[in-house]
Each structure stands twice: as C-alpha cells, then as structure tokens.
C-alpha cells in the first residue's frame, strides 16, 4: 500500500484535559470550510425526500443496502486525490467514503459474485471529499440519494434507469429536464478524425466546457487541420432535442461513433414510450475514459447545478453497470413551497390532551410548566395557535391559556 505522507492527512488539535471551550470562543462555534448545520426547515425537507425516494425504489424492486463510511485508502480510487484521509491506530490508512459507486462494486463482488443478474440495488448517505469543488457547490459533506441497475446492459437498461430517475424527480414534486449525453461518441469523432491520444486528452475538457476560444488555442498549439477544428466547434453544438441525433450521424465516419448515434436514437424511442422526454447534449465529455456509454443529468429551474447524474460504466472484472445519484441538499433547495405539507402542532397541558391531539392526526408538544403566561409567550414565538387539555382543543388566548394553565395546576 502507498504509504500517505504527513501532509496529505488532516491535521487534527484535539483539546487538552486542562482546556475548557467557552460557549462564544471561535473554537466552540466555528465549522471547517465546506460544512454546515442543518437547521429544522431543511432537516425535514431533506428526510421528507430521503424517505419518498427510497419508497419509490423500493417499489421499482431497487432494495436498499447500506455501506461504510469507512474504506481502506486506495490510490486507484476514481476519486482517492480527493478523499479525506486518516491512520488508525494499526497504522493502516483508511479514507472517508467519496463516491459510492466503487463502494456497491466492492459489494456486488463480495456478496452477488454470482447475481443473480440483473441486481438492482439503492443507497443513501454521506459523502465527504476533501477539496471543494464548484460542482459540488462548494460542500465538502453532503448527501445522496442513488440506484444501481447491475450486470445488464443495452438500450431497455438504459431506458429503465432514465424512467426512473425521471419518476424520483417526479415523486419529489419538481419539474426537471433530463439531458443525455455520450462521452465515448466525443472520443470517437476526434478518433477517426485520426488525433492522437495526448491531443484528444488536451480536447476533451475544452470541448465540455464548450469553449470555443480555448479549441482554437489548443488546435493552434496541436496543429489540428481547419477542417477537424470545425468539427470540435460543432460538436459543442450538438445540444437539443431528437434532431441534434441527426447532426450527430453526420460527423460520426466510424463504426463506434455510429453506434453510439444508433444507441442514443434507440434509447429516444424507447423513453418516449415510457413518456420521458429527453434533450441531447452531445458535447459532454467529461470522465470519458471512466463512462463506458450514455451518461445523464437532470436540472430544475432556479439552479445551475444538476440535482442528479448518472451514467454507464464497468465495474472492476468488466461486469456492466449502470446508475444514477441524487443530491439531497440540491433537490431539497427547490422543492415547492409547502412541501413537505405537515400536520399543525399544538402545546398540550397534559399527556392526555397529547395523546388525543395525536391521534386526531396533530402534532403536540407538552407544557413544561404551569405559568401561563410564559405558555402563552412560547406558543407565540412558535406561532402555535391553539392548545388542548384532554380532549378540550382551544385557540391561543392570552385568557383561555391562563385558564387552562391555573385548571390543570
């Protein structure tokens, strides 16, 4: 194993049994950079997700597993440059969990070497990378959501997966606009326009970033003919709906890149059966050497960020693979008002008011104490509205709460 040098680990001041940490230092009330608290509102819009996600994939016959926060370190890992590190006491260097992909690999191996095939299996967690990257918008602990569809490959395979990301998107409540693209379709067409490897890595970034200017500039310093570099400019072109196929089939010259067009026009047919319409962006390239065909992203209006990503790729052995994960901090953030809907709390004077509120389908909390006009200040800073005493349900006012508070003393 690759021995980690100090650096590359996170230094740590644990406090001394001498030293006390009052409420208002910086060290009791600050937060690294890239993590934050989680305040009530959101903490129920992100469960609410958490938990009708999972229901539905459940009910797409997706059964959950869950998976260690804890791996051992691996330079091999797709994102090992990224993962936070740390030595145990064995002196073994373990790492943070980053992704969850290379995770349900590890597991599919150890526990479904065999299958059956196809496995379908859902997650949901933590995540921690050590840079921020922009990306991520800038967290470096967040939380997914994701489904794997194991060992089956081809255009009904890829068309489930895209079914149900759309329904997840759905059951959460937001219109969402699923993009499609082909990474290995990008590599083709620079392929058989006969650029070499070192020139096609130099490309790749550009062209997913669609930056016109920095093509030329890499053209320029490559040497790339004028008419291949019209072609890199076209291919960041290659964005709408069923039609931008049709531009596709133009540029591909070779049997891979005519394949990745048939694939894609097959896919279409296929999710517009199941009534999920698709938009093409076929200049993504990003992690084309990691994506073994189409990949997919899902945005809302009122971010520029994907809530959700996938692709298709090939687990360690070559055994296909294909999934998706959800952002739950960025899917909880445009969720429409009012979800999730809740029931009304009410302050309850007794444990019997609690119990007959609750089973009326209501939320109580219970008085702690008989003074009723420190009640009373309480469910107005809640903005509670009403409060019950047995099965007495009344509203909030300033003599019915006193009266109740003196009757239950």
Known sequence: MRRVSAPDLPSCSPVSPDETLSPGSPRATALPAGVRDVLPAEWKRREHLRQHLSSLLR????????????????????????????????GQV???????????????????????????????????????????????????VGAELIGVTGVQ??????????????????????????PGFVDAVLTDAGLTEPVRAA???????????????????????????????????????????????????????????????????????????????????????????LTFRAYVEGINQPVLGGGRYALPGGLPGAGFAIGL??????????????????????????????????????AWTDDGAELRHFAQARGLRRWVQGADLRDVTPHALTSGAEARA
């Open 94 to 144: 373990l790492a943070l969990r980053s992704e969850y992909t290379t995770a349900l690999g590890r597991l599919v191996g150890t526990h479904f070497p065999s299958g059956p095939f196809p496995l379908r299996l859902h997650y949901g967690g933590r995540l921690w990378l050590r840079t921020q990257t922009s990306e991520l918008g800038r967290l470096r602990e967040f939380n997914q």
């Open 203 to 293: 490309l790749h970034d550009a062209i997913d970033r669609k930056s016109g200017a920095d093509l030329d500039l890499l053209a320029r310093r490559h040497g790339v003919p004028a008419d291949v570099t019209r072609t890199l400019h076209s291919l960041t072109e290659l964005y709408g709906g069923p039609e931008v196929l049709a531009a596709a089939q133009a540029l591909a010259r070779g049997v891979r890149a005519e394949q990745a067009v048939a694939h894609l026009g097959a896919v279409h047919a296929a999710a517009r059966g199941a009534e999920v319409d698709l938009l093409f962006d076929l200049g993504v390239s990003r992690r084309y050497g990691y994506y073994t065909g």
């Open 59 to 90: 009910s797409w016959g997706y059964e959950g597993v869950d998976l260690p926060a804890l791996e051992l370190a691996d330079p091999a890992h797709p994102q090992g440059d990224h993962a936070f590190k740390l030595i145990d006491s064995g």
């Open 157 to 182: 395979a890829d068309t489930e997966l895209l079914a149900l990301a759309h329904a997840a998107l759905g059951q959460a409540g937001v219109q969402a606009q699923l993009e499609v693209g082909f």
């Open 329 to 366: 901090e960025r899917l909880a953030a445009v969720l429409p008002a009012g979800v999730p809907s809740e029931p009304e709390t009410v302050l309850a004077l007794d444990f019997a008011g609690a119990a007959a509120a609750r089973a009326a389908g209501l939320r109580a909390e219970l």
